[in-house]
């Protein structure tokens, strides 16, 4: 373990403590586990554990009896007396977080925070008379749940779609509909990860992921994404020592870099899953967003053996309100996946599968993403041709929605944030991209939300406003 991963690991632990002091697990004065007990429950070294204890003790959270362990501190004296807490609300039982969610909630007109097409260009029309259709076909829609896995014509025309364009062989069986790509993610953490297991992610990576996995209390160790892909001697250095239950990964247009990984480490990838049977979460939202050659074949068409699951968003480039992914993968790990969706929602609506299912068939789908790939390339080019006067750096994307930029370190990232959105300016900050909150000079910029005026006005303003920043 290198001395960044067991810094991080220390701070999990910590985490997990204060976690289950702040849902009353343990109380005032209780005893904490002792350091011996944490130590062998997750297999780590016990001054890892230590340092973590140290830590509570610093913040006031936890005190020690001599020869006796940590115990629980009190509460701040100042704080309502007990007998009047049943008046107070009901607390929530975890600590939820969503850093992505909070800046895309804000009501700004440059909009460069969300990975999203804008809606005028969508078939907006197109899709209209398809909804009349769809309810003509099906007069009984609206009073039908769908199958928990998802309507069954939709997955087999998404079987033979995937067998035509990508070479992946699947039965309806090994496929899943999920309410979107976020919502599978939620679904994997929670079947697949328990306290303190260990996860490789890349860096950066999809920042409302890392939220989910935090919450599961896992371990993240991180896997750096290059433009021509990882250092596979790495990932499998990280794979054989800590045995990772998955490593989720974006490697087509990556979010939020735009890299995509070369075809000649995707077979190596799956070799070293199954080698050291590591479950690899291969998350394809962008893949036919694309602005010359198509992107490579995806992981899971090299996979034999059951140790890749694929994430396939399609709404997103055609009706992004539809909420439409599917989750591709073998049984051994569908089913638990199907059962824990039940326990959510018990099916996506199968009013938005049937309307995805008539209009995804249609020859107009594809003219549709021909021309919009086309309005997507100009406006990153448009972007691209804005930023070039601030002197920043970045890798041009050959496919996706989004711009990785590096701005200069003297640049107060959180400062820029601040400004930016008082002039009605958004974008991702890079440090919550990272598993290490360290990437404190780069930021994701969309350039598919806003139309093509919006996007020179905002960004001229992103621009000067970093230039007259301290």
């Known amino acids: 373990m290198t001395s960044r991963d067991s810094g991080h690991l220390f701070r999990q632990v910590y985490e997990y403590i204060l976690t289950g002091i702040e849902r009353g697990e343990w109380k005032a004065h209780h005893k904490l586990p002792s350091i011996r007990q944490l130590a062998d429950q997750f297999q780590i070294h016990r001054l890892t554990v230590f340092r973590a204890y ?22 701040d004296p100042k704080e309502e007396a007990p007998e009047y807490a049943g008046s107070r609300p009901i607390a929530a039982s975890v600590l939820l977080k969503n850093d992505l969610s909070e800046i895309q909630r804000l009501p700004v007109v440059y909009q460069f925070s969300q990975a999203l097409i804008d809606p005028n260009l969508l078939p907006n029309l ?29 997955r087999q025309v998404l079987c033979r779609y995937l067998a035509k364009h990508s070479r992946i062989q699947l039965t309806e069986g090994e496929m899943l509909i999920t309410t979107g790509a976020t919502q599978a993610i939620d679904l994997l953490s929670r079947t697949f990860i328990r306290p303190l297991d260990v996860i490789l992610v890349e860096r950066p990576t999809y920042s409302a992921a ?42 087509t247009f990556h979010n939020p870099t735009g890299y995509t990984v070369p075809s000649s480490q995707r077979k190596r990838l799956v070799e070293l899953a199954e080698e050291y049977r590591c479950l690899l979460i291969e998350d394809d939202a962008f893949h036919e967003m694309y602005f010359e050659e198509p992107p490579p074949q995806p992981l899971f068409s090299y996979d034999s053996e059951g140790w890749v699951v694929y994430l396939r968003s399609f709404s997103k480039y055609m009706a992004p309100g539809l909420r439409i992914c599917a989750v591709a993968g073998r049984r051994s790990v569908i089913e638990p996946l199907v059962t824990a969706k039940s326990l959510t929602d018990n099916g996506t609506p199968l009013v938005n599968q049937k309307i995805f299912l008539h209009y995804f068939e249609s020859a107009r789908m594809q003219q549709h993403l021909d ?28 496919g ?51 139309n093509e005026g919006q996007l020179r006005e905002g960004i001229k303003r992103l621009v000067n406003i970093a230039h007259l920043s301290p």
Request: glycine residues 6%; charged residues 25%.
């Open 371 to 398: 021309k919009l790939r086309i309005a997507l390339q100009i406006r990153k080019d448009i972007m691209e041709e804005e930023l070039a006067a601030a002197g920043w750096n970045w890798v041009s994307p050959k």
């Open 400 to 450: 996706g929605l989004n711009l990785w930029v590096h701005l200069p370190k003297t640049i107060d990232m959180k400062a820029l944030l601040a400004e930016s959105i008082r002039q009605s300016v958004s974008f991702v900050p890079g440090a919550i991209c990272d598993p290490l909150m360290e990437m404190q000079s780069s930021l994701r910029l969309c350039y598919s939300f806003v």
């Open 126 to 154: 197109y899709l209209s008379e398809y909804v009349k259709k769809v309810f003509d076909t099906y007069p009984k829609l609206m009073g039908s749940y769908s199958p928990v896995e998802g309507d069954e014509e939709l």
């Open 210 to 251: 890392l939220d989910n996995f935090r919450q599961q209390g896992c371990r993240i160790l991180p896997v750096e994404i290059h433009p021509d892909g990882y250092d596979l001697e790495r990932v499998e250095m990280l794979m054989k020592q800590f045995k990772p239950r998955f490593f989720y990964m974006n490697p």
């Open 54 to 75: 140290q830590m509570l003790k610093q913040d006031g959270k936890a005190y020690v009896k001599e020869k006796a362990g940590y115990y629980v501190s009190p509460g």
